[in-house]
């Protein structure tokens, strides 16, 4: 088993930055996938970066490429997003979960491929 802890969410401005956290528990960490999900008021939960467990491989949905950076620090524990140029679109509660979608046992998009997600740190960005 795996808690996981999201920081560093809050209000900014449009085309400000941001960087989130993600503190796990656990030794296992390292070998998880690792996503960024995100759900704006109205719509449903969407991923929006996922990171392998040895950071090797890295996907984005279309809608934050160029602009967010997901990472990892197996050694820490932790999940990073780095989040630049943020447009009130931007705006959601942003979910950190661990799963072994990269080993074929999920859809490492889907929240179906995560067996363990935080609690959430909501992001606002104002026009």
């Known amino acids: 088993q795996v808690q996981l802890v999201e920081s560093g969410g809050g209000l900014v401005q449009a085309g400000d930055s941001l960087r989130l956290s993600c503190a796990a528990s656990?030794?296992?960490?390292?070998?998880?996938?690792m996503g960024w999900f995100r759900q704006a008021p109205g719509k449903e939960r969407g991923y929006v970066a996922v990171?392998?467990?040895?950071?090797?491989?890295?996907r984005y949905a279309d809608s934050v490429k160029g602009r967010l950076t997901i990472s990892r620090d197996n050694a820490k524990n932790t999940v990073y997003m780095q989040m630049n140029s943020l447009k009130p679109a931007d705006t959601a509660v942003y979910y950190c979960?661990?799963?072994?979608?990269?080993?074929?046992?999920?859809?490492?998009?889907?929240?179906?491929?995560?067996?363990?997600w935080g609690q959430g740190t909501q992001v606002t960005v104002s026009s």
């Open positions: 656990g030794r296992t960490f390292r070998h998880y996938t």
């Open positions: 979960a661990a799963g072994w979608a990269g080993y074929g046992l999920g859809d490492p998009l889907a929240e179906t491929g995560y067996d363990y």
């Open positions: 990171i392998s467990s040895n950071s090797e491989t890295t």
